[in-house]
């Protein structure tokens, strides 16, 4: 997604509250952003578990306009040090984050994935 304006300032495992425009798209569902641009562009990956993620495989979302009601939650690391980070399924998408804003010397991460 690319800002309309004054873009988001969302932090690593932060999540957005998206509500998307046009039929069927409208109720609004909190989604974590997998990737955080400093340009202002962020992703958010879905799965489909229910009927809201499973119909928005079925929709043409390009070009649609997603209200996002602004980042909330508190989920960050500890600090800059060697971590095990472990997840399941779906609730990979703040790690993605976090291993994006990963310095190239930074110390060790582990991440340990349970599907
Ligand atoms: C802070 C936060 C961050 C999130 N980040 C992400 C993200 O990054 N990516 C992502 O894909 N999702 C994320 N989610 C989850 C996402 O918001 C939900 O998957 C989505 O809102 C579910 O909507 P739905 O209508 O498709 O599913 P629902 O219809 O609400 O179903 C969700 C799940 O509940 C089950 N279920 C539904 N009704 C029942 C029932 N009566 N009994 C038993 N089980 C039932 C369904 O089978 C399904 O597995 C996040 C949620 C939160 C709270």
């Keep these: 997604m690319s800002?309309?304006?004054?873009s988001l300032r969302a932090m690593p495992g932060q999540f957005g509250v998206l509500r998307f425009t046009g039929a069927?798209?409208?109720?609004p569902h909190p989604f974590s952003f997998s990737k955080?641009?400093?340009?202002?562009?962020?992703?958010?990956?879905?799965?489909?578990?229910?009927?809201?993620?499973?119909?928005?495989k079925t929709v043409t979302l390009l070009g649609r306009e997603?209200?996002?009601?602004?980042p909330f939650g508190r989920f960050r690391r500890s600090g800059p040090t060697a971590e095990i980070w472990v997840e399941g399924g779906i609730g990979v998408t703040?790690?993605?984050?976090?291993?994006?804003?990963?310095e190239c010397d930074a110390p060790r991460?582990?991440?340990i994935v349970h599907h």
Aim: a negative charge; glycine letters at 8%; one cysteine or more.
């Design 94 to 102: 703040p790690f993605l984050a976090w291993a994006d804003a990963l």
């Design 109 to 111: 991460v582990d991440l």
């Design 36 to 56: 955080i641009c400093s340009d202002g562009l962020l992703r958010v990956t879905v799965k489909d578990l229910g009927d809201f993620t499973s119909d928005l």
């Design 24 to 27: 069927g798209t409208e109720e």
């Design 66 to 70: 997603v209200a996002i009601q602004r």
């Design 3 to 6: 800002p309309v304006g004054e």
